[in-house]
């Protein structure tokens, strides 16, 4: 084969692996917003949780002052009873005190309500709480893992840039100058293999004496349609690749 040839050959192996890698660390960012928003969101569901348990606690010391103040009621009416002269009065204050005390009752169970519902919804937090502890860590190790990615794959370009550089010096400078035009132009592909007549870039039918002239491999040739360079691939070669990867 052509030196040059396989030099460009090569040179768009490795340009189409930076490409598909720098691709592949595009993505990277996006991914690990994604695993952030998940962690405010389950943030976000904890704090609902607690401000139940607020709510809670608040409505509990609201009904205990309650209750508190329907006792001192109740004592201060009976008190008074002490005073009492006639017989009426005193039997519309036991009335009155009675009136409270079933009210008091109901308070109490109220409370008591109130003491379950705490219960409960502490329970619930602390399982949620483990639930999202673990969900946390979870995501933290696969942005973890998502770092450790994108700093393999720095590496990698930055490995296939040196191997860039030393294949470029071996190439005539006009054809590394055609390449990089084709490479604009065709949008990264900028040397294809023809196959059973077909050109790989564009799909053009290549005419039987060009393809000839290409199956030899000894010079370069260009496409008759898209430009890129052309180079064929023997079927044992092929094989031979397929076995060994
Ligand atoms: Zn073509």
């Known amino acids: 084969m052509s030196e040059e040839l396989n030099t460009l050959i090569k040179l768009q192996k490795i340009d189409s692996l930076i490409i598909s890698l720098k691709q592949k660390l595009e993505i990277i960012p996006l991914e690990i917003k994604k ?26 010391k609201e009904k205990e002052r ?23 009065e005193y039997q519309a204050l036991l009335k009155e005190i009675e009136l409270i005390e079933e009210n008091l009752k109901k308070e109490e169970e109220n409370l ?24 946390k860590k979870e995501i933290d190790e696969q942005k973890k893992e998502l770092e450790k990615e994108r700093n393999i794959i720095n590496q990698k ?29 065709h949008k990264g592909l900028a040397v294809v293999e023809v196959k059973n007549f077909i050109c790989q870039g564009c799909f053009l039918h290549i005419p039987p004496q060009l393809y000839v002239e290409i199956k030899i491999n000894q010079s370069i ?5 898209c430009g890129r360079f052309l180079y064929y691939k023997p079927e044992e070669k092929l094989e031979e690749a397929q076995v060994q990867s």
Request: include cysteine; glycine fraction near 0%.
């Open 112 to 135: 008591l309500l109130i003491l379950y519902n705490l219960d409960e919804t502490q329970k619930n937090l602390n399982e949620v709480k483990s639930n999202l502890e673990l969900k």
């Open 66 to 88: 309650e209750i508190e103040d329907i006792n001192e009621k109740i004592k201060k009416l009976k008190e008074k009873t002490s005073q009492i002269k006639t017989n009426k």
């Open 35 to 60: 695993l952030e928003e998940k962690i405010q969101e389950i943030d976000k569901q904890f704090e609902n949780e607690k401000k139940k348990i607020i709510n809670l606690e608040k409505n509990k």
């Open 221 to 225: 040739y260009h496409c008759p349609q």
């Open 157 to 185: 370009i930055e490995a296939l840039k040196e191997d860039r550089k030393k294949l470029i010096n071996e190439l005539p400078p006009e054809f590394y100058e055609e390449y990089r035009e084709l490479m604009k132009k």
